[in-house]
């Protein structure tokens, strides 16, 4: 199987460029932080071990949990998109073990390079972000980075495990049911909402709705100010991380509802609107970043806003906090949007011939690059709406508390341009996949 | 006959590969397929018949020649020009369906009305569906429905705009013999009853036999016609194929 993986890595190359790239990005950025973590356990002060603690294993924490779950998204994409193959190495004799160990060792080859790589970068972004917050003055100038074997390696071993898990989940699904079955134009189906899927979503939903309602009723009255804001602070991803969890469920639903409206815009609409609805389980996989960074971008940043506006006069501490949460914003942010293009990248290169199909049968390209960008706009919208209902998890606990009320008083221009930014980044990823797509003639595209 | 040829192709020849080294798939190809009949081509692999087929759908261009099609000279068209000439004088029927996975067999009969920008006409789409035998299933996804069931909407979609010639690649290449029989026999009864144009590239001499003419092709060139052809005939012939190559040459 090995020799298979190996071969089959190297003939798609292309294919894998998705799943090295997450890797990659998620092992630099957990990596990091955890350089941060590995920091405090050397000889530091104990305020400065404090700070370095919850930079390094809190925010750590926080970061790893997005970038854990959008590398599960996206691997789920990388094998979901392989179905006619596997389908074809059954038919010729394949054992369903031996095509999900093809996929593991895949997966494994790849994940290895791509963090270890990651953990090249993540050794000089440690030092970048060490390096911050000692010219910040946070932490004393003595503090030396002390990351090493123990922070990269575990997050290496972390991101990998991970990894050949949601590998071998999605290969599980892929390998499931009579191998004849998958042959048939394997791309439609609806593809079931497994238990321990909808069971993560409600626990995660609902952890962030619990403190949300700790932060209204017990931290609001806390002496320590910072008290509503640990609380608070977490709930949008949680929220927004539970609900992109479910999103190709969520996705068709909307779809199927904004089926007649999104059907009048001419045929691409009519094709958008059948696509998202009847293949959400192939899109999903977009929509969940989009949810992630919205939710992610307003919440944590209008928590800022409204901690600036209510906490009084500056002072040290108030400033650490402030930077944490722009550089977990920043962080998450950055990520959330290679994912969506990532994403958006993946899908389309499964779909290139199906959009050749379409054009055979008489589509200009025009016609194919705007269903795809309807399709888009669809997900924007679903995406940016469920985002701004999971950072309602944090900002209206979080005003709140701060006396605020239900709305906060001030920079209320945030929502709407963190949304207007994540529709344009939706659209642009859509824009870049499918030009890619329709570049080629079309009969090169179906032969191949 | 003095009515006009749905398709009428003059001395085409298509050439791939660098000049230094041409590898010519068509070498000179003359053809007319007068309307309401049902022409096979035939020919071993690497004859060109598929090069043919997709010159004349404007899916390739010749590297010289003429292609006429309903009488209108398209071979200087640009693509989206013959674009809107595969949606709406062309129906193509392809070897391996190509039907949208997410649109059911209604609205995937429906989509070339869509692309040119119109409503798909319910009425139609459903009298469609009833002549290929898939009145009952129009609500379905392609996953839910046999190769063959898939096959028959594809032609349903390919007639839905009343084209000048229906272009069908292998269309029974990817079912079995049962289900083969009845795709051929459909597109018998589309020329018998509604009067249309079908030319059918294939490698079989069954479906071969279903036409009023086979042609055949040998190293890029028409070698031999036959009327009314049977299997056994067609098979025979193509056995001899290097017979006709001598003659003609």
Redo the contacts between chains.
Sequence with gaps: MIGLALRSLRHRAPAFTATFLSVLAGTALIGSFATLFETSLGPVSKEDQEILFIMGAVVGAWGSLIVLFSLASTLGIAVGQRDTEIATLRTIGATPGQARRMIRTETLLVALVASTLGAGIAWVGGRGLLAMIREAGMVSDSVAFAGGPLALGSTVALVTVTSVLAATIAGRRATSGPARLAM??A???AGRMRWWRILAAVVLVGYGVVMAMITVFITADSDDPYAAMQTAGSSSILVGVGLAVLAPTLLRWTAVTLRPLVGRF??AG??AA??T???AHVLGGVLAPVIVFTAASVGTLTLVAIDGRTSGPANAEADLINLLNNVVVGMISLFAAIMVINAFAAVIAHRRN?LA????????GE?VRSSVLVEAGIIAAVGVLLGLVAASATVVPFALARDEGFVPDGTLWLPPVLVALAVVLTLAAAALAVRRATAAP??AT?NQ | MTSTPALSVHDVTRTYGDPGNPVRALDGVTLTVAPGTFTAVMGPSGSGKSTFLNCAAGLESPSSGRILIGGEDVTDWSESRRTVLRREKIGIVFQSFHLMPYLNAEQNVGLPARLAGGRPDKARIRELLAVVGLAERSRHLPAELSGGQQQRVAIARALVGNPAILLADEPTGALDSASARDVLALLRTTVDTLGQTVLMVTHDPVAASYADEVVFMVDGLVAGRMGQPTAEAVAGQMAHLDDLVKVTS
Excluded at chain 1, 357 to 364: N, Q, Y
């Design positions: 048939v134009d791309a439609s189906g001419g045929v009519h094709l059948f696509n609805s009847r293949r199906e199909r379409v054009r055979l049968l008489g589509a200009t016609q079309v009969l179906v």
